[in-house]
């Protein structure tokens, strides 16, 4: 199995590396968050990554921020391997698509072990799916109905007519609108669009959907899924 180990550390990182190419992985180096996203580009002359162990204190970039940008280009599992153990990182980490989280200093047979069982329940690594069925995309555009998301330039209209939105209002849009009809947690969403715990923003969240639905004038777009999140309904 191909596995990409994102550390700074180069001592951390080389021992580790002789442990797992003892256990026959293929080990991959990457010391910054930029590297390990270039690493992650397809290669036609080799398999994918089975496996990216992800530390969170880089330097060019936080690993939560590079676990966001890697679960929006590939399945590949990703296990987080730091010495953050407050509850709070944690969930966060999990929050944003990490498969695992694994906390400093941990013991080698138990870290195998975790590698071995997310890549036992992933499916192949590879490009995120599609677009779900009734959705129809063009260049970097999501259309819902009379909705059109132009995600490359951030704006959104609705029948033609240009609806402004703010920054997180796009993103919050933008994040519902991929998968249309699949609700998404309350919690997952304040993760991957404030990139925070859910603690305290649950009524920035409520104010930001109120003001997307004001704006739109699409009541029936976004639906509240009581007492679990919201989800994208396309309109007829």
């Known amino acids: 199995m191909r596995l990409l180990l994102v550390e700074d550390d180069d001592h951390v990182a080389a021992a580790l590396s002789a442990v797992l190419g003892r256990h026959g992985f293929d080990v991959t180096h990457a010391r910054s968050g930029d ?5 992650l580009l397809p290669d036609d002359g080799a398999p994918p990554f089975g496996v990216v162990l992800l530390d969170l204190g880089l330097p060019d970039q936080d690993g939560f921020e590079v676990c966001g940008r890697i679960r929006k280009r590939t399945s590949t599992p990703v296990i987080m391997v730091t010495a953050r153990s407050d509850t709070r990182s944690k969930i966060h ?3 944003l698509g990490a498969d695992d989280y694994v906390v400093k200093p941990y013991d080698t047979g138990e870290l195998l072990a975790r590698i071995h069982a997310v890549a036992r ?14 959705t129809t995309t063009g260049p970097g555009a999501l259309r819902l109905g009379p909705l059109t998301i132009e995600v490359p330039t951030r704006r959104v209209s609705v029948d033609g007519t240009a609806v402004p939105l703010t920054r997180k209002e796009f993103d919050l849009l933008a994040l519902l609108a991929q998968r ?5 947690r309350r919690e997952q969403i304040i993760s991957e669009v404030w990139r925070t715990s859910w603690e305290g923003t649950g009524r920035t969240l409520e104010v930001h959907i109120a ?14 899924v009581r007492g679990v999140g919201y989800k994208i309904v396309i309109p007829v």
């Open 35 to 39: 590297e390990a996203l270039r690493a």
């Open 211 to 224: 003001s997307l639905r004001s704006k739109l004038r699409l009541p029936a777009l976004i639906e509240t």
């Open 180 to 184: 249309p009809g699949v609700v998404f």
């Open 121 to 134: 329940r992933t499916p192949p690594a590879g490009p995120p799916p599609g677009p779900p069925v009734g």
């Open 93 to 95: 980490g999990l929050n």
